[in-house]
T-cell receptor, first 114, second 113 residues
Framework: AQTVTQSQPEMSVQEAETVTLSCTYD???????LFWYKQPPSRQMILVIR??????QNATENRFSVNFQKAAKSFSLKISDSQLGDTAMYFC???????????FGKGITLSVRP | NAGVTQTPKFQVLKTGQSMTLQCAQDMNHNSMYWYRQDPGMGLRLIYYSASEGTTDKGEVPNGYNVSRLNKREFSLRLESAAPSQTSVYFC????????????FGPGTRLTVT
């Protein structure tokens, strides 16, 4: 089975600091996408950032950026200037293949301390 | 534009009861998905429909059935609920043109006693 691994179950960061969430994945596809989803206490799944595997440039969305290492199959999320509203569970996911299914990691609970 | 909607938001069932979770999307997406979320397990795919008229099993299909009623609607049925099906269920949709991003509904919290 092609897997997505988030090895850290939880992390904590001080408000305004920077935190990095790690993710590794396994795939035999050449064309695939990687995602980070945020799930706040409201339970809604919110897309934070996406990365196309064929693009070498790391994706950036405001305070969120990724470090995509294709050869190492690593896809970490960096959150800069952490805010209290960033407190949530974060899921790494890989999409691709003929049926374009998403495979999710187990998630990491991030707490931002005031 | 409501996106992906799910009903109900909460449900309590007794073991052996049946129910159908409803999902609809108004984005004209081709593909739709049902996931379950359990603590420490992430989201796992139950069934999906790559296009109208087709459905396929995902990672954890046992105990469930699905119907792709039309392009907009994709329902999930539990014929005889079991406590192991206590979970949060998410429906998602995807445009289907190569963009693998999925859009999620608000989820249904189901408890089977």
């Amino acid at each position: 089975a092609q897997t997505v691994t988030q090895s850290q179950p939880e992390m904590s960061v001080q408000e305004a600091e920077t935190v990095t969430l790690s993710c590794t994945y396994d795939t035999s596809e050449n064309n695939y996408y990687l995602f980070w989803y945020k799930q706040p206490p409201s339970r809604q799944m919110i897309l934070v950032i996406r990365q196309e595997a064929y693009k070498q440039q790391n994706a950036t969305e405001n305070r969120f950026s990724v470090n995509f290492q294709k050869a190492a199959k690593s896809f970490s999320l960096k959150i800069s200037d952490s805010q209290l509203g960033d407190t949530a569970m974060y899921f790494c996911a890989r999409g691709g293949g003929a049926n374009s299914k998403l495979t999710f990691g187990k998630g990491i609970t991030l707490s931002v301390r005031p | 534009n409501a996106g992906v909607t799910q009903t109900p938001k909460f449900q309590v069932l007794k073991t052996g009861q049946s129910m159908t979770l409803q999902c609809a999307q108004d984005m004209n997406h081709n593909s739709m998905y049902w996931y379950r979320q359990d603590p420490g397990m992430g989201l796992r795919l139950i069934y999906y429909s790559a296009s109208e008229g087709t459905t396929d099993k995902g990672e954890v299909p046992n105990g469930y059935n699905v119907s792709r009623l039309n392009k907009r609607e994709f329902s999930l049925r539990l014929e005889s609920a079991a406590p192991s099906q206590t979970s949060v269920y998410f429906c998602a949709s995807r445009e289907g043109t190569g963009n693998y991003e999925q859009y999620f509904g608000p989820g249904t919290r189901l408890t089977v006693t």
